[in-house]
């Protein structure tokens, strides 16, 4: 089948590559005309595993093609699909300029039918919007032309996108039109081989799938922080509990882990999208509201217990800092909690010395040059001489490091560990001092 994707970002790369792989034909618009010509080159802008040899592969054999000519992108497929960013507005709410520009620009150029598929994550209701801006462009063109609208919301994982959609557990799509539900069933049957995974619904009961699954994964992580906050003052140790909750086929083992907050560009974004949503439709979301809050609070629990360590004098002090990306296997920093950390020791006049295997370029990115940062090449030469190593994200390559080296490294031997990676017992023998979450100190 003939695809096109507009918005070739975590989403709509992988999910191009991976449909090319299956055998589509697929374009790929994006308006960063940077990265289109990086990828026509075989330079993969994210850093996501098992990307980079499907793009290739399938760009050379002539099924993955990129452009930033819109109209090129129309006139190709039948299926249009928006991936583009939907970021929060101002208030919170989701911003939708760039999805609706996405579907004028389709209205403007289509000559023949299309199907516009929305993957990006949106509100309830935008499909009535996207609808009516077709509708509004086709009619000023004197055009009358079919057009669908469906939404097919996106659930992979960033660090193990590639995995989720090759195998999804599910692949949602609302739509009210048979032949929609024909052809969406047609361009995933290479992925449904094993079993059917297709679940069909009405447009707006897919958009709010979406949510409640996002948002009931963020409830899991505020929850178990909440959780880990109350075992600190009670003297239990939330590892424990964990396990002892996990065991729990009810409750399970996943998404159950106390840290230092949850980030991304999907989990803070989408709690806070919902809760703008209830707002207009006169409900107030007290348990959404609540998982934002503790969640807030917890991506300043690293830097509380930094400035307790040393009695609230932090200027002129260097932590080394292991992780920046929101999570391990991505360079994404969106939202991430190392950001939060780093910005607050920067106030307090300290430095950081930074590592993460992935995401150097993007802090690099985002922060520019300045005094008070340094990315390290490795992660043991950001511990040399800092006053304290700060563990934000639980990358493999941080599990199981050199205890001596760290103690012989560091001005002094402190670690604060936001994910709980290290045996408080273990440390205390090494003679380190040892911060964690939800555990006694
Ligand atoms: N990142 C995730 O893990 C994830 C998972 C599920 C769903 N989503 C949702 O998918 C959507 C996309 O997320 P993302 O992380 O891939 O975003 P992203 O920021 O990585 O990529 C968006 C891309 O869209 C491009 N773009 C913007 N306007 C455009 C236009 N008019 N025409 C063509 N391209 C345009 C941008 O240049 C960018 O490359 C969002 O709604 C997000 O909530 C993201």
């Known amino acids: 089948m003939k695809v096109t994707f507009f918005g070739i970002g975590y989403v709509g790369l ?54 930033t000519d819109s109209k090129e992108g129309v006139a190709f497929g039948e299926l249009q699909f928006i991936a583009v960013g939907t970021p929060p507005d101002e208030d919170g709410s989701a911003d939708l300029k760039y999805v609706l520009t ?46 669908h609208v469906v939404s097919n919301p996106e659930f992979l994982k960033e660090g193990a996108a590639v995995a989720d959609c090759t195998k999804p557990d599910r692949i949602v799509v609302g739509t009210d039109s048979d032949y929609v539900e024909e052809i969406m069933r047609d ?21 709010l799938t979406k949510y409640a699954a996002n ?9 178990m922080n909440e959780m880990s906050n109350i075992a600190e003052r009670l003297g239990a140790d939330i590892e424990a509990v964990r396990h002892g909750i996990g065991s729990d086929s009810r409750i399970g083992y996943s998404f159950i882990y106390p840290g230092c907050g949850y980030g991304g560009s999907c989990f803070p974004k989408d709690v806070q999208a919902l809760i703008r949503t209830t707002d207009g439709i006169g409900y107030d979301a007290e348990i959404l509201r609540s998982v934002e809050s503790v969640n807030y609070r917890q991506k300043e629990k690293l830097f509380d217990k930094i400035q307790r360590h040393f009695d609230g004098d932090l200027q002129g002090k260097t932590f080394a800092v292991w992780g920046l990306s ?32 992935e995401a150097m370029n993007e802090c690099q990115r985002i922060y520019g040059q300045r005094d008070d940062l340094t990315l390290m090449g490795t992660a043991e030469t950001a511990l040399k001489n800092a006053d304290a190593l700060v563990t934000v994200t639980e990358w493999q390559q941080f599990r199981a490091p050199d205890f001596d080296l760290i103690k012989n490294s560091l001005s002094t031997p402190v670690i604060f560990d936001g994910r709980n990676m290290y045996n408080p017992k273990r440390l205390a023998k090494q003679g380190i001092t040892y911060y964690s979450i939800g555990r006694p100190a």
């Open 187 to 207: 361009l995933y049957a290479p992925f449904n081989r094993n079993h059917d995974r297709v679940i069909v619904m009405d447009i707006r009961s897919a958009e």
């Open 14 to 67: 992988v999910q191009a590559a991976v449909l090319a792989d299956a055998g589509h034909d697929v374009m790929c618009v994006d308006v960063d005309e940077r990265k289109i010509e990086n990828l026509k080159n075989g330079i993969i802008p994210i850093y996501e595993p098992g990307l980079t040899p499907i793009v290739e592969h399938n760009h050379s054999e002539g099924r993955l093609h990129f452009t």
């Open 215 to 223: 948002c009931m994964l963020a409830t899991k992580i505020s929850f």
């Open 102 to 147: 996405v579907a004028e620009t389709i209205a403007t150029h289509m000559t023949s039918r299309k199907i516009i598929v929305d993957k990006s994550t949106v509100p309830v209701g935008p499909a009535d919007k996207v609808r009516d801006k077709v509708t509004e462009v086709l009619s000023s063109r004197g055009a009358d032309i079919e057009c």
């Open 326 to 357: 929101f999570k391990p296997n991505t360079d994404d920093m969106r939202e991430a909690p190392s950001r939060v950390l780093m910005e607050a020791l920067w106030n307090a006049g300290a430095r950081v010395q930074a590592f993460d295997p």
